[in-house]
């Protein structure tokens, strides 16, 4: 069973720079997982999708707030994606999670068909 694991999180300043990783383990082949999305959950608020990408980088979704500051990459060869934030506000405060979809889903999808999700990261921007 492919299992995520995020890293990269902390205390950042406004304005400042952050970088995620999200590792993914339990790949038998290159069927297990078409796309990886990352998440984040504000207190007292539901999880949104911040980003997506699939598997060999042909789609990557961003959600409209984080546009220009956030960029999606992803190691195929590692089963590794990354999420550079940048310009980061405070509220992009939160805990950020990666997570795939079962694996016949060949998009990037809404977030109820991820199935799969790591422990997640604490992000936090603040003065």
């Known amino acids: 069973q492919v299992q995520l694991v995020e890293s990269g999180g902390g205390l950042v300043q406004p304005g400042g720079s952050l970088r995620l990783s999200c590792a993914v383990s339990?790949?038998?082949?290159?069927?297990?997982?078409?796309?990886i999305g990352w998440f984040r959950q504000a207190p007292g608020r539901g999880r949104e999708v911040v980003s997506c990408?699939?598997?060999?980088?042909?789609?990557?979704n961003y959600l409209d707030s984080v546009k220009g500051r956030f960029t999606i990459s992803g190691d195929v060869a590692k089963n590794a994606v990354y999420l550079q934030m940048n310009a980061l506000k405070p509220e992009d405060t939160g805990v950020y999670y990666c997570?795939?979809?079962?694996?016949?889903?060949?998009?990037?999808?809404?977030?109820?068909?991820?199935?799969?999700w790591g422990q997640g990261t604490q992000v936090t921007v603040s003065s």
């Open positions: 339990g790949v038998t082949s290159d069927s297990d997982y078409y796309a």
């Open positions: 990408i699939t598997r060999r980088g042909a789609i990557r």
């Open positions: 997570a795939v979809p079962s694996s016949d889903i060949l998009y990037c999808p809404a977030r109820e068909l991820y199935t799969n």
